[in-house]
Each structure stands twice: as C-alpha cells, then as structure tokens.
C-alpha cells in the first residue's frame, strides 16, 4: 500500500504549557525542536533548573496542564523577533513582555502569579536558556499526530476529541489509523526534511483537557486502555535531514504500510 499522506497542520508552543501558535511553513534543523517550541517554561516552586547548564526536568517542575488546566483559557503569542509574548484572557489583553528582558519576565510573572494562585508552590518564574527545549523527553524531538488515529479515539470516546488536546508540532493526514505506530525504528521525508521516528508518545491526564475552555471533560488515557489496550497517541520523531516544510506538502514513509 502506498501512503498519500499529507502535513495538514504545524504548530510550535513557545511557552511551555500555553497555548498553541499554527506556522504555515517552517525550517527544520538536524538535532533541532521546530524553532523556538518549549523556549520557555514557568516554574512552579523551585525546579533546579541551571540556565548555565540546562537539563531535562519532569514536566511536573512547570506550569503545564496535567495538573493547571486554567492555562487553556489563556490565548498566548510569542514574536520571534522581539521576544514579546503577549496573553489573553477572554478576548482581552492581560500581560506582555519582552522575556529577553528582566522586566518583561517579571510582567508574565506577575500575571500568573495571580491568575495561577493556589496552584502555586512559591512565585512563579520564567526560565530560558539558549538553545534549550522544555520537552516532554530528553532529546530534541518534533511530535506527530495521526488525524485518522484521533478519529478512531473521538468514536471510541464518543464525543469530538480535538487534535490540539495532543500538542502535537506536526499533524499528518492520509495515513490509517494507529499506522504512525509502525513506523517507529524508520525514517520519513516530509517536504523537503527528513525525520526519523523514534518512540511512540504516551498519554497523560492533560489530554482530558478542551483545549478550547479549559475543562477537564474527558478522560483520553483512560478510553486509550479500554479501547486499544494502550495510552498512546502520536510519536517522536528527530530531525536527520534539514530543510523547509509547509502545510500540504507530501509525507512519505521509508516501509510500506502494513496495514
């Protein structure tokens, strides 16, 4: 069988736990995130985090929506080129500020220090060091999502299940349900890159979260198990090939389909 699978999505989340920025086209980089995803991550309590030498933390170090689903109801946008994110809270602008800067940190950080209260363990801080990604996972990795896999959760959960409750970077279509799964140990070309899949993605209790509202209004790992006999949705994938993706370009897989 032969896929005719395309990239219909791509999306990039600056800020660790915030919401999600769609890219129409973006340049992929050997060993590299899609530029900028995780830059940043607020802390929650003090995370041993050493911005002279950073590591991988548990996410449970952060602000994320495992256990803060008040941050779906925040709309966030990050400028590259001036390094201002700017938040909104229904409609309305609430915060900005240049997170290269100090004052700008301590802006954001006032903002969640007071929209975040008693789910707080001490003051929350914005952490950043250059050319570290606050993922999920040690390595620099881009994260798929199979739409036709989302379907088949949505039916099986019986009520619509938004993509974006996986924050995904990239969101193929065209492929069969569950085929992402076999393609793990193998490589793909999407546009003009070249990934290799590495590890199926496990699921949390943050994909219980809408995305949308911000309630927790199902339980996905839980219908993963029941209905698959897993909690998976989606994998990672590092970057072997540079080059320049877009929305529509063609995904192609080194294996044939087995399904």
Same mark, same amino acid.
């Given at each position: ?53 950073p ?44 997170l ?13 220090a ?5 789910? +707080? ?50 969101h ?10 076999? +393609? ?26 809408d ?43 080194d ?5």
């Open positions: 069988m032969t896929d005719h699978a395309r990239l219909a999505a791509i999306y990039r989340y600056p800020v660790k736990g915030l919401s999600a920025e769609a890219l129409c086209g973006t340049r992929l980089t050997s060993g590299a995130t899609i530029a900028a995803d995780r830059r940043y991550a607020i802390e929650n309590g003090p995370s041993g985090f050493d911005p002279a030498a590591s991988y933390l548990p996410k449970i170090r952060f602000l994320m929506l495992m256990k803060n689903e008040c941050l779906a109801r925040l709309e966030t946008r990050y400028d590259e080129a001036t390094h201002v994110l700017t938040v909104r809270h229904d409609g309305a602008a609430v915060a900005h500020g240049d290269s800067l100090p004052q700008g940190r301590a802006a954001i950080e006032r903002f969640f007071e929209f975040c209260v008693g789910e +707080l363990r001490a003051p929350p801080r914005v952490l950043e060091a250059p050319g570290h990604s606050f993922s999920d996972v040690a390595h620099k990795v881009v994260s798929i999502i199979n739409l036709a896999s989302v379907q088949e959760i949505e039916k099986a959960a019986g009520a619509p299940v938004h993509p974006l409750r996986f924050r995904a970077n990239l193929v279509t065209g492929w069969p349900a569950w085929r992402e799964f076999a +393609l793990v140990g193998h490589e793909i070309v999407v546009g003009a890159a070249r990934l290799k899949v590495v590890k199926r993605i496990e699921r949390c209790a943050a994909t219980n979260v995305p949308l509202t911000g309630i927790r209004d199902l339980a996905i790992p839980r219908t993963l198990a029941q209905a698959f006999g897993h909690t998976d949705c989606g994998v990672y994938a590092t970057v072997v090939g540079e080059g320049e993706i877009a929305v529509g370009d063609p995904v192609r897989a294996q044939p389909a087995t399904s």
